[in-house]
């Protein structure tokens, strides 16, 4: 494959989610756990890729109170809680497994908070 020289950051990462996504699929038993970080909020989705259909999901801009966590700043804090959101979304319709799918991000601050929150929470990943 050549690599072009001039690609932005956003087309790197949307070159490894499509190899990510080649190999990670959700079913209705296991979805696929999707995040999405944006600069203001995450997102994040249960989705069962055999129907094609979003089970549940969360964002941060959900979260009520902006709860302060020990030691994680307020984005990663956001991200962890919505992670627990989505855990208890996913509990109220007998989801407890779920296939991580970082979408070609960094499994690293946000991305990493959002799969701590939904193992807290009763997900297994």
């Known amino acids: 494959m050549k690599r072009l020289v001039h690609q932005t950051k956003n087309e790197r990462r949307i070159v490894r989610h499509a190899r990510v996504r080649s190999r990670v699929s959700g079913t209705a038993e296991c979805p696929r756990l999707s ?6 909020q995450i997102k ?3 989705i069962d890729d055999a129907a094609r259909k979003t089970l549940c999901a969360a964002t941060s801009s959900e ?3 902006k709860e ?10 956001e991200a962890y809680l919505a ?3 989505l855990a208890k979304k996913a509990g109220e319709k007998d989801i407890k497994r779920a296939v ?3 979408a070609g991000y960094r499994y ?3 991305v990493a908070a959002a799969a701590d929150g939904a193992r807290e929470g009763g997900i297994k990943i």
């Open 68 to 77: 302060k966590v020990e030691g994680k700043a307020a984005k990663v804090a």
């Open 83 to 85: 992670g627990k959101l």
């Open 35 to 40: 995040v999405f970080r944006g600069l203001k």
């Open 44 to 46: 994040l989705q249960l």
């Open 108 to 110: 690293h601050g946000r």
């Open 100 to 102: 991580f799918d970082r």
């Open 63 to 65: 979260i009520k109170t």
